[in-house]
């Protein structure tokens, strides 16, 4: 428990920074309809950390936070332009196409970069994990004046201005949210900044309707969500900005159910029968597509085996069972040369000066050999499958046919207990 209060606590705490700031950026970038000029803001600024990387700058060094501001700033120069378009060109579009050139931007300076796809994945994921406290002082503060800044600008309602003047105003606004930005990517990247501007000021839009209440029930949702995704990545094992962007995402379709059942009026028993009727038609398709075709691809079947293996065991004979096994162990050992000839090409490329061209052509024609025997027994696996779903013809196609008779019993039932039109009309005339 020490350990893990010790690596999450000040990840954590920024988390709570960056969901604060960011809600409060979120709910004016809402109300102005332009939900991507987060994203575009946040990959001009990533364009800015790859130019620096291009040029020999650390990733958490002054030079890279320079170019980075640069290319942010600039963007929110486009950015503020944008109200001079065309009635007929969509504001989103704009932003879009800012989003995209920059993102090909970046693609094509880390093509040419050593450990470039280390590069690319650090800045869609931050590092938020490793994020030192002594770093967060100067961002807290920096956050603490731009927040106040603009909240007092919504007080006075300054971000309404319109004409000339409001040219200035989006000119401020965008550079500020272009500095918040660009410290905000550092720390966490481009798609997890992004989750925390959008994410929780949809679930305040949902909750609340004064901007305080939005932004507070926004605030207490991003952190549980921070929250939930640090604690799930360390549990699992896996990405922690991914991780917590999924926790957010998950989140708001929680809360979409909930706001969706309340204007409805569905209760969570209605909801449960709708869930457990469409599972049962998914798998009556799912069984009527093994009885028509059993050896193409099942994609539910292959998937619950993928997390089951067990339940291959249901349908496979034991020579079956044996040659499957047989050839997922030989797929493991050459999944692991390939990796540890892998790891040696890149130890070669980057500890030397000059490179071993005898000894990289060695390597390559090693891995190719080991890419070819995965072929062949994925293919022998293939094959066993495919033939033991051959038996399962017939039980899938009488099962199928139950299910979507239960289905339709179902389905019939509760429209004969529903009342009808006529019934109602009735009822309202006798009372």
């Not at 650390?58 to 001079?84: C, K, N």
């Not at 922690?240 to 969706?260: D, E, P, Q, R, S």
């Amino acid at each position: 428990m020490t350990d893990l209060l010790g690596l999450l606590a000040v990840p954590f705490f920024a988390c709570v920074i960056l969901v604060a700031i960011h809600c409060q950026f979120g709910l004016h970038v809402l109300k102005k309809n332009v939900v991507f000029v987060d994203l575009a803001l946040a990959q001009c600024a990533a364009l800015g950390a790859t130019v620096a990387f291009m040029q020999g700058h650390l990733p958490q060094s002054l030079g890279a936070y320079s170019w980075s501001l640069g290319f942010a700033l600039s963007a929110a120069l486009l950015l503020s332009l944008v109200r001079f378009a065309p009635e007929k060109i969509p504001a989103e579009a704009l932003v879009g196409v800012l989003y995209i050139v920059s993102a090909a931007a970046a693609i094509l300076l880390i093509e040419r970069a050593p450990q470039g796809a280390e590069h690319l994945k650090q800045i869609l994921t931050g590092s938020v994990l490793t994020v030192d406290i002594n770093d967060l002082y100067g961002v807290i503060a920096l956050y603490v004046v731009i927040g106040s800044l603009l909240a007092i600008a919504t007080k006075k309602q300054w971000l309404q201005v319109g004409g000339a003047k409001g040219w200035v105003v989006d000119l401020i606004f965008y550079s500020a949210f272009g500095l918040v930005v660009t410290s905000s990517v550092a720390i966490a990247g481009v798609l997890l900044v992004f989750s925390f501007l959008i994410i929780p000021a949809l679930i305040g839009l949902l909750l609340a309707r004064d901007t305080i209440r939005q932004w507070l029930y926004g605030f207490m949702v991003g952190c549980l969500a921070a929250l939930i995704g640090l604690l799930a990545s360390y549990w699992l094992d896996t990405s922690t900005g991914a991780t917590i962007v999924c926790a957010f995402g998950l989140l708001l379709i929680l809360f979409l159910l909930g706001y969706v059942c309340r204007k409805s009026g569905l209760g969570a028993a209605s909801l449960l029968r709708a869930g457990a009727l469409g599972l049962l038609l998914l798998l009556a398709a799912s069984l009527g597509w093994l009885a028509i075709n059993p050896r193409a691809d099942q994609p539910l079947l292959d998937s619950v085996e993928r997390y089951v293996p067990g339940i291959r065991n249901t349908y496979f004979t034991m020579n079956e069972k044996l040659m499957h096994e047989d050839a997922q162990r030989y797929i493991t050992r050459y999944t692991a040369e390939l990796n540890r000839l892998g790891e040696m090409e890149a130890r070669n490329r980057y500890e030397n000066t000059e490179t071993d061209d005898f000894l990289v052509q060695k390597i390559s024609s090693f891995q190719q050999s080991y890419n070819e025997m995965i072929k062949g027994e994925t293919f022998v696996m293939r094959e066993v499958r495919s033939r033991a779903r051959e038996r399962l013809r017939w039980p899938a196609a009488i099962t199928s046919l139950a299910l979507l008779f239960l289905c339709w019993a179902a389905f019939k039932r509760k429209k004969d207990n529903s009342p009808t039109l006529d019934g109602r009309i009735d009822v309202m005339g006798k009372s």
